[in-house]
């Protein structure tokens, strides 16, 4: 059996199709992936002996921009991903049984599987990814915002938009394969039976008439990796630090300095993750210390809270210890939404709006750090699953069978 995987974005987005890889290769399936050239997903994936298809120009370059792309930079960028995806894809996907893409970015993946008569599975990391009235679609970078407030009218609107960025350079490729035009571009990438790799208590699935979600669990793998020893040390030397750490993310300039600010002065040691922003400390005081990137899954474990960005990968990692959270999102993608579900399960606070003051941080590790909310969080911890990836693979391999 040969399985391509396929997505496009920082670690959050790679991540849980390394961990779908793993169990899929321990099944027999011969793997490989489409994703960022960056040395760090190269790396990662030849360890595991998946071998790596590069598409499109490296992330983590791209994150580290110091302004944000205008809307015209984003469209054309998005344009040229479809025609690089329709250029790599079909070499990739070469003698394989079916592609499985992560994300509304794969748009040319279910034309290239038609056209290669192969299977095609679409997968979301988070509900609000996917058209429900329950939700409004997350916000897109480089799109207005629309002006109402039913859902689903904010569906129909996001189709459109959709539509308006993608049609004509799907529509000419499918052209050229000899397949017929789409009508919905958004529906025809996710499918009417899209798979949500998602915990079902974290992040449950609204059921919605029209749309078969088949919820997996979030696609997660057990890290065995040791604590770097100067990690340890600080650990030991104290209560419980909070983390503070935006992963791939670019916070304001100033929030990581307030955060810090205000966990001082309610007397609280910080463990802050330099990430792919190089955040740093403000001072030398022995009641912080910055890290790289380490074992979020044994560190999460020994921390008072968890302050962070909202991605699906932490929010995740966060509940499976049981830490409580204090989630601070941009406004992009689904992190408002993970944001929306710390705080709806009662398993930390999260802010919604322009960058906190140290006051409105402050508040917010309070709520965090009571008792009640840590009860909360460790209970809930306990309902998450960790077999999502698993359930996953056999999944697919019995569907192809």
Request: hydrophobic share 40%; net charge negative.
């Amino acid at each position: 059996m040969r399985v391509l995987l396929s997505t496009y974005g920082t670690r959050g987005d790679v991540e849980p199709l390394v961990a779908l890889a793993v169990r899929l290769r321990a099944l027999g399936a011969d793997v490989r992936m489409c994703a960022p050239p960056d040395e760090e997903f190269a790396e990662r994936l030849v360890g595991l002996g998946v071998r790596l298809v590069p598409v499109g120009p490296p992330v983590r370059a791209a994150m580290r921009g110091t302004s944000i792309p205008s809307a015209a930079e984003l469209s054309r960028a998005r344009t040229q991903m479809v025609d690089t995806q329709f250029g790599v894809f079909p070499e990739a996907a070469e003698g394989c049984d079916v592609l499985v893409a992560a994300g509304l970015a794969q748009i040319a993946a279910r034309s290239v599987a038609e056209a290669m008569g192969i299977s095609y599975v679409y997968t979301s990391y988070s509900a609000v990814n996917l058209p429900s009235p329950h939700h409004a679609p997350p916000p897109r970078p480089g799109w207005p915002e629309p002006g109402v407030s039913d859902n689903l009218k904010r569906w129909e609107l996001d189709a459109h938009q959709v539509n308006a960025q993608f049609s004509e350079v799907l529509n000419g490729h499918r052209a050229s394969l000899g397949l017929p035009p789409v009508d919905n571009v958004r529906d025809h990438v996710c499918t009417d039976r899209p798979w949500l790799a998602a915990d079902p208590v974290l992040g449950p699935w609204p059921e919605t008439p029209g749309l078969g979600v088949v919820q997996t669990g979030a696609w997660t793998q057990v890290d065995e990796r040791p604590l770097p020893a100067d990690l340890l040390t600080f650990l030991d030397a104290g209560a419980p630090p909070v983390y503070v750490g935006y992963g791939s993310m670019s916070p304001s300039q100033d929030t990581p300095r307030r955060a810090i600010e205000a966990l001082r002065a309610q007397g609280h040691r910080v463990l802050v993750s330099r990430g792919w922003a190089d955040l740093g400390l403000l001072d030398d005081g022995d009641d912080c210390f910055a890290i790289g990137e380490v074992n979020q899954q044994r560190l999460f474990g020994r921390v008072a809270a968890v302050m962070h960005h909202g991605g699906a990968g932490t929010t995740m990692a966060a509940a499976r210890a049981g830490a409580p959270q204090v989630v601070v999102p941009p406004q992009l993608s689904d992190m408002p939404y993970w944001a929306g579900r710390v705080r709806e399960l009662g398993i930390g606070a999260a802010h919604d709006g322009p960058p906190p003051t140290t006051e409105i941080l402050g508040a917010a590790f309070r709520t965090a750090l009571a008792p009640e909310t840590r009860a909360r969080a460790r209970a809930l911890g306990a309902e998450v699953r960790t077999d999502g990836a698993a359930v996953a693979a056999n999944l697919l391999l019995d569907t192809l069978r």
